[in-house]
């Protein structure tokens, strides 16, 4: 399979607790996304990586979250100290570069946090 | 206000029925627009990029108003493998993709 892949895909944690989440873009793609979605809301935006560079985070990135791409290969999301709130399914997706590229997205980590 | 409006719906049609839904904007240095299709349980995938001009791929047109700040989907002759639901994408100075909320499509026999 050479789409892009997230793990775990299903993850439940107690409040409080800190998690992290992988994903492994398609090979050649230098940009990856990381979204979070709500039941009945789209994707939002959270941060991208161009290569290893974190180049943009939404304000949305509280700093309780931290993402690294460190060889510009797979990258982590983290979460840390997990509030109900923070209960979504995330997805990362990546592309061959900018704007005019289709993203391709993975299945997705679905986070409950108790 | 959100970057991006779509009506949620659902829209329920029958079967060779032709829907269109469309989907605003507020950000008038919005530079692309896309079409992501995302079954239910399933990531989203593009269905189809907006262009200036218009653009049409096989039972699927999708029209862009700068003007106005809206995009609009078309899809003539409904299938059931239609259903699903139609996000609407913009960007923002290349880097920021955001998403509507999603508009509910069920085709019905």
Redesign the interface.
Known sequence: DTGVSQNPRHKITKRGQNVTFRCDPISEHNRL?W?RQTL??????LT?FQNEAQ??K?RLLSDRFSAERPKGSFSTLEIQRTEQGDSAMY?CASSLG???Y??Y????TRLTVT | RKEVEQDPGPFNVPEGATVAFNCTYSNSASQSFFWYRQDCRKEPKLLMSVYSSGNEDGRFTAQLNRASQYISLLIRDSKLSDSATYLCVVTLRGNQFYFGTGTSLTVIP
């Open positions: 996304y979204y009945g809301q789209g994707p939002e935006f991208y180049l943009e939404s997805l900018g704007e005019l289709e993203q997205f993975g299945p997705g």
